[in-house]
């Protein structure tokens, strides 16, 4: 039973954060999510419930997106190539980490990370992954999809998903490393 | 116990990436075993470890709940206002 009155309510910040975190831009995140919404209205008599209101309103927004993205051309997604862990593990030395990228000890005060300038830095570190990999992110700790649900929906086989995430995990550490924590 | 070193010896690369996927799927118990071990050994990789949960920490705050992600008061009314208009 859809309740479309509640929508905006309900959904409205989910599917904005979604849309905002992919397209890396407020006014265009808003427009699109505003035409997801007025699109579903008008689908809405044709609704037949075979999932959940939030899964219907995430997967119009998706299409939504994608259509964006093959306007801009922009969906330039990374090749898995080996350079990535030759970053940071060497090769030499049986893929163990690189003097100059293993990990620091980090004050993980928590006052000090509660502060908006953290979340500023963290945003950043995420804006700075390729593509496909901030959106496997976002996926996995925004809509909280399972594995299965985000390799069927990219494209990616299993083996390859565990190498972008733990990619994405090391470039994401290294970044917070670097802007955040050097300091 | 070098014999036995060698049969669960692991690179850094290989623990971290079993890091990262023991955090949404069952590892086996051949690769548990070797990660635990690795953990148990490598300071880096057990700093790695506990930076990754922290960030995920940190990714979920981000994403679902700071106020940079949530549409702005005036463009829910906007769009609200439009959906009953329809």
Same mark, same amino acid.
């Given at each position: 039973?859809?309740?479309?009155?509640?929508?905006?309510?309900?959904? $409205?910040?989910?599917?904005?954060?979604?849309?905002?975190?992919?397209?890396?831009?407020?006014?265009?995140?808003?427009?699109?999510?505003?035409?997801?919404?007025?699109?579903?209205?008008?689908?809405?008599?044709?609704?037949? $419930?075979?999932?959940?209101?939030?899964?219907?309103?995430?997967?119009?927004?998706?299409?939504?997106?994608?259509?964006?993205?093959?306007?801009?051309? +922009?969906?330039?997604?990374?090749?898995?190539?080996?350079?990535?862990?030759?970053?940071?593990?060497?090769?030499?030395?049986?893929?163990?980490?690189?003097?100059?990228?293993?990990?620091?000890?980090?004050?993980?005060?928590?006052?000090?990370?509660? +502060?908006?300038?953290?979340?500023?830095?963290?945003?950043?570190?995420?804006?700075?992954?390729?593509?496909?990999?901030?959106?496997?992110?976002?996926?996995?700790?925004?809509?909280?999809?399972?594995?299965?649900?985000?390799?069927? +929906?990219?494209?990616?086989?299993?083996?390859?998903?565990?190498?972008?995430?733990?990619?994405? +995990?090391? $470039?994401?550490?290294?970044?917070?490393?670097?802007?955040?924590?050097?300091? | 116990?070098?014999?036995?070193?060698?049969?669960?010896?692991?690179?850094?690369?290989? &623990?971290?990436?079993?890091?990262?996927?023991? &955090?949404?799927?069952?590892?086996?118990?051949?690769? &548990?075993? /070797?990660? /635990?071990?690795?953990?148990?050994?490598?300071?880096?990789? &057990?700093?790695?470890?506990?930076?990754?949960?922290?960030?995920?920490?940190?990714?979920?705050?981000?994403?679902?709940? /700071?106020?940079?992600?949530?549409?702005?008061?005036?463009?829910?009314?906007?769009?609200?206002?439009?959906?009953?208009?329809?």
């Amino acid at each position: 039973m859809l309740e479309p009155k509640k929508w905006v309510e309900r959904y $409205g910040d989910p599917l904005f954060s979604f849309a905002y975190l992919r397209l890396k831009n407020r006014t265009l995140a808003e427009d699109i999510v505003q035409e997801t919404f007025m699109a579903a209205l008008a689908a809405a008599p044709h609704f037949r $419930g075979e999932c959940q209101e939030k899964t219907w309103l995430f997967s119009i927004l998706h299409y939504k997106i994608l259509d964006c993205f093959k306007n801009a051309k +922009k969906n330039n997604f990374l090749e898995l190539n080996d350079q990535f862990s030759s970053y940071y593990f060497d090769e030499k030395n049986f893929n163990h980490w690189l003097a100059d990228k293993k990990p620091k000890r980090w004050q993980m005060d928590h006052d000090a990370t509660e +502060k908006k300038e953290f979340y500023v830095i963290l945003n950043a570190c995420l804006n700075k992954l390729p593509d496909l990999m901030s959106h496997i992110f976002i996926a996995k700790y925004l809509k909280e999809e399972s594995p299965d649900i985000i390799q069927q +929906k990219f494209e990616v086989s299993a083996s390859n998903y565990w190498v972008l995430l733990h990619r994405a +995990k090391l $470039g994401l550490r290294a970044c917070l490393e670097k802007f955040w924590f050097k300091q | 116990m070098m014999m036995y070193r060698k049969y669960i010896y692991i690179s850094c690369e290989k &623990a971290t990436l079993l890091w990262c996927k023991k &955090a949404e799927t069952d590892l086996n118990v051949n690769e &548990a075993i /070797r990660l /635990r071990f690795h953990l148990f050994c490598c300071k880096s990789c &057990a700093q790695f470890a506990k930076q990754i949960v922290f960030i995920e920490g940190k990714l979920i705050d981000l994403l679902q709940n /700071r106020a940079e992600f949530k549409l702005s008061p005036s463009k829910k009314a906007e769009i609200q206002q439009m959906m009953n208009d329809e």
